[in-house]
């Protein structure tokens, strides 16, 4: 289906209205002029590897090199819940020597095993009295499992801040998982220990997965997010090193958000620009703080595709772009086709306008399999549905993979956590149901 990119909707508009601004892709319509181009979805073949090479403004294919608690983090392997606590020993009478010696080797024991189990067991919010048995990097794999995704979007179940209750074992699962998917991964924020936590699955399970470590901040609680995660991320780069981490993404919709909440719609006005303003300290002190570690690693930011500010990109070593179809009101059969023409003409167009031409990604891409209520289950053309995901991943992975698209499919499972506080089709964008059961799709094998 041929659509013009140009001409905005009201109910689309009315639709994005609705969204809940985390995972929404705002209007696509308002595109900067300098790369606003009607492409008919028609004209393209997406089992070509060079699809777009004969389109003003796109590129040929690249091979790019990408780019809790808060306080406590995960030092060793486990964390285990002291026993003991602290022995108070009442002398009532002259002690043999044997007696005291077999006391003073018990709590000997008892600190050499604290000591080893974690170095930072101050925090207790996501690790409970998790454990974890057997060689985690001894697991089954599942032959309908294919390391096909360049990258997959993931957030470890209970990490919503402050409701904090992730689980490492849970975690390590995921680990398992998502390594038989793809080699990369990228997470939203680094409240509830998601940091520690998934550098040390991926260390317990030995898999070959980094992460793009994120700092989720806001724009209105004078950097209180921001500082909390600084330090969960500063904590876990310590333990941890740099060697599973390929990037720090600073921001996620900071500018869609601080427009939506100020009354603007373009990133690059006065509004945008003041967001940016706030954003860029965030970037910058974190750019400090690596620094400060002497350690090197890409900074970027994360935001909804159209809505880059020039000043926060041209700041960056990447940019994320959510692209979604079903948010633009894309047909099945179009989407993939869509997702692709709309990120090269504006995002990695734009970034190609920029003087440091920032490595660019999809950050989230895919399609809903389900809604709460009839009046979401449809994005107008299509539905939420588990063979449309399918037709999606048929239509888009191997395709972009071969375009040498780097991109985040959305989602690794269902967020129970999104169908209770927002309903529609928020929490059933995942390849695998919220219990990490696969949903009834085949995944495509192109690695």
């Not at 109910?11 to 181009?37: E, F, G």
């Not at 317990?204 to 209180?224: H, M, Q, R, S, W």
């Not at 179009?334 to 920029?354: M, P």
């Not at 169908?419 to 695998?432: A, I, K, M, R």
Request: aromatic fraction near 10%.
């Amino acid at each position: 289906m041929s659509r013009d990119l140009a001409t905005p909707s009201s109910d689309l508009q009315d639709y994005y209205d609705h969204i809940p601004p985390a995972h929404r892709i705002s209007d696509y319509n308002t595109l900067s002029s300098q790369n606003q181009q009607n492409i008919p979805l028609s004209a393209v073949d997406l089992t070509d590897p060079e699809p777009y090479s004969d389109i003003p403004g796109a590129s040929t294919p690249r091979t790019r090199p990408h780019f809790g608690d808060r306080r406590g983090e995960y030092a060793g392997y486990v964390e285990e819940k002291s026993r003991d606590g602290r022995r108070k020993l009442w002398v009532l009478g002259a002690l043999s020597a044997l007696v005291i010696a077999i006391v003073l080797a018990i709590i000997l024991g008892v600190v050499l095993s604290r000591k080893s189990s974690s170095s930072s067991s101050s925090s207790s919010s996501s690790s409970g009295n998790d454990t974890i048995s057997g060689d985690p990097s001894q697991f089954t794999k599942d032959a309908r499992l294919k390391q096909s995704f360049w990258g997959i979007a993931y957030t470890p179940e209970g990490t919503l801040y402050p409701d904090c209750g992730a689980e490492l074992s849970d975690v390590v699962t995921d680990m398992q998982l998502l390594s038989q998917l793809t080699t990369r991964i990228r997470v939203y924020g680094a409240d509830c220990n998601t940091t520690a936590l998934v550098l040390t699955a991926i260390e317990l399970t030995k898999t070959n997965l980094t992460v793009y470590i994120a700092n989720f901040p806001e724009a209105d609680d004078n950097g209180e997010a921001y500082d909390r995660q600084k330090t969960a991320i500063q904590s876990a780069i310590q333990t941890y090193g740099t060697s599973h981490i390929a990037g720090v993404t600073v921001g996620n919709e900071f500018i869609l958000d601080y427009l939506d909440d100020n009354g603007g719609t373009d990133p690059n006005s006065a509004i945008g620009d003041a967001g940016a303003e706030i954003l860029l300290g965030f970037i910058n002190d974190t750019k400090t703080m690596l620094s400060d570690l002497n350690v090197d690693l890409k900074i970027g930011n994360a935001d909804a595709g159209s809505y880059f500010n020039d000043l926060v990109l041209e700041s960056v070593d990447y940019g994320m772009a959510n692209v979604h179809p079903w948010f633009a009101n894309q047909s099945i059969n179009d989407a993939a086709g869509w997702t692709w023409s709309f990120f090269e003409t504006t995002d990695v167009a734009l970034a190609q306008t920029l003087a440091n031409q920032p490595d660019m990604s999809i950050a989230e891409t895919g399609w809903p399999t389900n809604s709460t209520n009839v009046g979401n289950e449809s994005d107008g053309p299509s539905v939420a549905s588990e063979a449309n995901l399918q037709i999606f991943l048929d239509t888009f992975v191997c395709q972009a993979n071969a375009n040498g698209t780097e991109y985040f499919f959305f989602e690794y499972f269902d967020e129970t956590w999104k169908t209770e506080v927002y309903g529609g089709v928020e929490g059933y964008w995942g390849l695998f149901y919220s219990n990490r059961t696969l949903k009834n799709v085949e995944i495509p094998d192109c690695s």
